[in-house]
């Protein structure tokens, strides 16, 4: 079994590293309220969700699964993901869009089900580009209003509906910083359970226009020596591949 206990945006782990058993979530059930529990058996997996984790045992930490992707396996942060993508997915979906039910668990399925009318629903996923631009042998590179951190990153945005990953690409670098792109190739893929995207890692080269941004999202958008970059997101993520040449 792959047993996983989620708090928001963070997991707890064994501060011994040691793998988490049945013995472990009761510890910490004990003491902290729990948001839900759920087992999927396609993937082995037992999910913790805690509403609070005021009261965590001293044996366990707390760590952002941020943190916990730029140090664990693909398999391990596939199982983390997930868990919690699927976590906040279940808070989020719990009455019927067509009629109002109460939704139960399908059983067989990773989906709800609506016992009025039959609806079935299955867990959402929101696709997104995220693309590195190249001017001769610069990077563009980006600080968003909404971080709290000085991180710059690529330029990412949600796909809207009608769109291709290729046109959605053209327009969030017009619209966040005014330059029009060419050249766009697809790299990659990441799950980013934040709550729910896909991520779709793409890169492209600069064609024309002056860096112009939209201030209610960018703070600031620079050409920069990939060499010679600020601060920018955390090794592992599709992000930093792009940056730094990994896909």
């Not at 984790?53 to 396996?73: N, V």
């Not at 590179?141 to 949600?158: E, K, M, S, T």
Request: with cysteine.
């Amino acid at each position: 079994m792959h047993p996983v206990i989620i708090f928001e945006r963070e997991i707890i782990l064994r501060r011994d590293n040691g793998q988490l058993t049945k013995a472990d979530f009761e510890a910490v059930k004990n003491q902290n309220p729990v948001e839900r529990y759920f087992e999927e058996k396609s993937t082995d997996m037992q999910v913790l969700v805690l509403l609070s984790k005021d009261k965590l045992p001293d044996e366990y930490q707390s760590i952002t699964l941020r943190d916990y992707f730029a140090s664990h396996s693909e398999e391990e942060n596939f199982i983390a993901f997930r868990a919690r993508a699927l976590a906040s997915w279940y808070k989020d979906t719990v009455f019927c869009s067509l009629c109002g039910t109460k939704l139960k668990s399908h059983g067989r399925l990773t989906a709800m089900t609506c016992p009025s009318c039959g609806k079935t629903v299955f867990p959402r996923i929101s696709p997104c580009i995220i693309v590195l631009v190249y001017k001769d042998n610069k990077i563009l590179l980006a600080r968003h209003v909404q971080r709290n951190q000085d991180i710059y990153a690529c330029i990412a945005g949600f796909i809207e509906a009608g769109e291709s990953a290729e046109e959605a690409v053209k327009r969030e670098i017009k619209e966040e910083v005014g330059i029009n792109v060419k050249n766009i190739q697809y790299k990659g893929s990441q799950s980013w359970p934040f709550p729910d995207q896909l991520m779709l890692g793409y890169t492209a080269e600069y064609e024309s226009g002056d860096i112009v941004l939209q201030k209610e999202e960018i703070a600031d958008a620079q050409w920069f020596d990939p060499d010679n970059c600020p601060a920018s997101p955390k090794p592992g993520s599709i992000a930093y591949r792009l940056i730094h040449g990994e896909i």
